[in-house]
């Protein structure tokens, strides 16, 4: 099969291509890299299944076809990111959806967009169900990314039920592994980047807010299996072991041998305070739950992050290219 990928530079992007090669199909990557990174992708450089184009999916896609399945990944997911660009993210949640929506209905492909538990806002329910539908701040710093995404499921729905298309939606929740970066402001990035430079770790709020914590290649094998199902609406994807921060940063502690400081800031404007998905319907629709224990998924994030740091100190740019 011929797959389209927006974001493939990216975090999640970029182990989707791994994966989707090495099931045998060729990708067909596309990034911006306004915040994905060609690094990301360079250890498949050469392989001639992959093609790759810097490309802004918010413009008209005028590839030619055909393609069998096109993923739609590309966003600012991260708040340090989308809060810097606020137009850019609501672009590729609008405009950007629905480019990849309209190459999808040319080649009669498969569509799936990768959503967001924020669609759930701060909630008011837990853990959260698809059925859910959020106590989300329209208005507040974090709508761009919110509301693109709320957005970008509502576009997928009108053109399943008005065109007939066979599209998906993952409600992703917290995702962690190689290939984060480094500055990336979400919190198992910065525990990692600051424990490994021995710096105390930056706790926001009273760190009793929870969050739960899925390794990419769990996330990953979820994203496969829904694109492959006959399920339309919202399915979540993320790991229900749920921890307070505090009890995270303590995990962070325990596996780096140190007794880092922690350090308090105040909380965010609307920052969630409960995160933890009900993954009933994946189970039950894709025979899909999480596998990685935390420990071990933080072990192959820790090799990857002193990699980098050492690649960013080498580095006469520092950072992300």
């Not at 957005?151 to 409600?171: D, K, N, Q, V, W």
């Amino acid at each position: 099969m011929h797959h389209l990928v927006s974001g493939a530079a990216g975090f999640i992007g970029s182990h989707l291509c791994d994966r989707l090669l090495a099931d045998g199909h060729r990708v067909t990557a596309l990034d911006n890299l306004i915040t994905g990174s060609r690094r990301n992708l360079a250890h498949l450089d050469g392989n001639s299944q992959l093609r790759f184009l810097d490309y802004d999916v918010t413009q008209p896609i005028g590839l030619p076809g055909a393609f069998d399945q096109v993923w739609h990944l590309a966003s600012l997911a991260s708040p340090k990111e989308y809060l810097a660009h606020p137009i850019d993210t609501l672009e590729s949640g609008s405009m950007g959806t629905r480019n990849m929506l309209e190459v999808a209905r040319r080649d009669g492909a498969r569509f799936l967009l990768s959503s967001t538990s924020e669609c759930y806002g701060d909630p008011l329910e837990h853990p959260q169900a698809e059925t859910y539908w959020g106590h989300v701040n329209p208005v507040g710093v974090r709508s761009c990314y919110d509301e693109s995404k709320r957005y970008a499921e509502a576009l997928t729905m009108a053109y399943y039920r008005y065109h007939g298309m066979r599209t998906h939606i993952a409600r992703i929740f917290n995702t962690y592994g190689p290939r984060m970066a480094l500055k990336d402001g979400r919190v198992v990035p910065a525990f990692l980047d600051q424990a490994l430079r021995g710096e105390p770790l930056t706790v926001y709020g009273d760190g009793l807010q929870t969050r739960s914590f899925c390794y990419v290649a769990d996330l990953v094998d979820g994203l496969v299996r829904l694109a492959s199902s006959e399920e339309h609406e919202p399915v979540n994807l993320g790991n229900p072991v749920e921890l307070t921060i505090l009890e995270f940063a303590d995990r962070i502690r325990r596996l780096m041998g140190s007794n880092l400081e922690l350090v308090f800031k105040p909380l965010p404007e609307d920052d969630p305070r409960k995160r933890r998905p009900d993954i009933s319907k994946a189970k039950r629709i894709l025979g899909w739950e999480p596998k990685v224990s935390l420990e071990d998924g933080l072990r192959q994030t820790v090799e990857y992050f002193r990699s980098a740091q050492a690649l960013s100190r080498a580095s006469p740019l520092g950072g992300q290219d």
